[in-house]
């Protein structure tokens, strides 16, 4: 049996890179889809990819900064498009208010639970979107980089440089004023 190789960890990539640029782009293939859906989801889908390539151009000429002893490369991408998403700050609150104003199908009764899920997430939508809007940046970027871009705790602190308890503290006030908007119930559990 031929062993599979096994892939290369963004750290070495990142080192090789320094001496052989083109082998960047293998990070670029890695993790652009990733940061399209996270912008995308944010901003809407006419800038993402106009920030995609910004993140990948700033990450690039700064790749002899990259700290070699983090094998992925995630957090500090994250970290570069939340703050390219911040220049943005007035389209994506414009999108959330249009959020809330799009309006909800109608939808008949459905027996299979994902369409039921699809139903009461659509149902909540303007809610949510209100009150993403409402949230201060930091913790709206905590709160999305760990829902959208499903970093871990200490991922989300390395890629906004803020310590680890910040990033609870930020996450559950957060979760809270996210709850309260939509009326302290989770739409996507049944309510009996």
Do not use: C
């Not at 390395?158 to 809270?176: D, K």
């Amino acid at each position: 049996m031929i062993p599979l190789a096994t892939p290369r960890q963004d750290a070495d990539l990142i080192a090789e890179s320094r001496a052989r640029p083109e082998a960047f782009a293998a990070l670029f293939d890695r993790y652009a889809a990733m940061l399209y859906r996270y912008v995308s989801r944010r901003l809407g889908p006419e800038v993402a990819e106009d920030l995609v390539g910004e993140t990948f151009l700033v990450a690039f000429r700064r790749r002899d900064r990259y700290d070699l002893t983090r094998p992925d490369a995630r957090p500090w991408l994250f970290g570069i498009v939340s703050k390219l998403v911040s220049r943005h700050h007035r389209d994506e609150a414009a999108r959330y208010r249009a959020l809330t104003r799009s309006p909800v199908d109608d939808v008949a009764e459905s027996p299979a639970e994902r369409v039921e899920d699809g139903v009461r997430a659509t149902a909540v939508r303007p809610l949510l979107a209100a009150a993403l809007a409402r949230l201060p940046k930091g913790d709206r970027d905590v709160l999305l980089l760990i829902a959208w871009a499903d970093l871990s705790y200490d991922e989300v602190a390395q890629a906004l440089g803020i310590p680890v308890g910040t990033v609870r503290s930020r996450l559950n006030r957060a979760r809270r004023k996210v709850r309260e908007a939509l009326g302290h119930t989770n739409p996507l559990r049944d309510e009996e």
